[in-house]
């Protein structure tokens, strides 16, 4: 009997030490520790990094590589076609922005040989001349994070006032998104070739080159558009020639719009790099509502389109003062 007693106390004891023994690798396996002095000396967290706690026997997960372009960047294959397939777009734009800058004798020459950058672009060269003469060039290149950038830079120091560069999403590249994105980045050269004939403000010389391409026809489209509003009893008055706007930074024709003798409203027009821009504001607060601002492109611009855009945008304030007017009667 006391064989059988201390049987089954041995028992007892080999099933405790086999559960202490479990119970610990269970806690070592389900968390860690931090010595209280590391702790206070460990760099902050960070989100970037991520700690895997693998339990005993247990195989680590493969690292997931990221998939290609999930980054944004292309590979060089993708970015050499991409910019095969912008040419027409690029071609376009270089046209576009040649007329605008003509006014001040600057000229981008064709694209040159494409070629690949260090970091991986693939783009061309063109040529930046000024009175003919070449004083840098403008590089346009798709990049493997998928933008087209330009960059002016000029060939000494003494034209570095022309540098700038800017860019623009390649699935955003229309022609007239690449017309601005030039025009953006050739106004250094535009201010400096003007700068250097004469002591006005490059801006304003730059603007006032560009208006004088299209006073006439903002001219016959304010005759068309007070044809089509006679009826009406409104006119369009112009208030003055063309003046620079220093806020605005561009030339503006501002014009009174009557409705028999009174003037009911004020109409500016506005030539905002390669777009013409109609804005048209009331003097009284309440009737904000009333104003409006449209623009449309420079480039095969009409007479007609441009007073249809004329009467649309006046023809708000033209109608509620003439409802006003009925109801006075």
């Avoid at 980045?185 to 490059?202: H, I, Q, Y």
């Avoid at 008055?237 to 004020?266: K, M, S, T, Y």
């Amino acid at each position: 009997m006391s064989t059988t007693a201390l049987l089954l106390i041995s028992g007892v004891l080999i099933g405790a030490g086999l559960t202490l023994v479990w119970r610990d690798m269970h806690k070592r396996g389900r968390s860690a520790f931090v010595l209280q002095r590391d702790k206070q000396g460990a760099p902050p967290a960070s989100s970037d990094v991520e700690i895997t706690i693998a339990r005993p026997g247990q195989d680590l997960p493969a690292p997931v590589l990221p998939a290609e372009g999930s980054a944004g960047v292309i590979d060089s294959p993708t970015v050499t076609r991409r910019w095969e397939l912008l040419q027409p777009v690029v071609a376009t734009a270089l046209r576009q922005v040649n007329l605008v800058l003509a006014g001040a004798r600057v000229e981008i020459g064709p694209p040159g040989p494409p070629s690949r950058s260090i970091n991986g672009a693939f783009g061309a060269n063109c040529r930046v001349l000024i009175a003919d003469e070449n004083i840098g060039s403008l590089r346009l290149q798709v990049t493997v994070h998928d933008q087209v950038h330009a960059r002016v830079k000029a060939h000494g120091r003494e034209a570095a006032a022309i540098n700038a560069s800017a860019s623009a999403p390649v699935h955003e590249f229309s022609p007239a998104r690449a017309s601005d994105l030039l025009s953006e980045v050739l106004k250094p050269a535009a201010a400096f070739a003007l700068g250097a004939e004469s002591g006005v403000d490059p801006e304003e010389q730059a603007s006032g080159v560009g208006w004088d391409a299209i006073d006439s026809v903002v001219s016959l489209s304010l005759a068309a558009a007070n044809g089509a509003l006679a009826q009406a009893g409104a006119r369009f008055v112009p208030l003055g020639p063309p003046a620079w706007n220093a806020e605005a930074r561009r030339h503006r024709l501002a014009v009174g719009i009557q409705l028999g003798r009174d003037e009911i409203a004020r109409l500016h027009v506005e030539r905002a790099d390669l777009e013409m821009e109609v804005a048209v504001g009331v003097p009284d607060a309440r009737l904000v509502g009333l104003g409006r601002r449209r623009r449309i492109p420079v480039q095969g611009m009409t007479t007609h389109a441009l007073a249809e855009l004329i009467a649309a945008c006046a023809w708000p304030a033209i109608e509620h003062f003439g409802h006003a007017r009925q109801h006075m009667v």
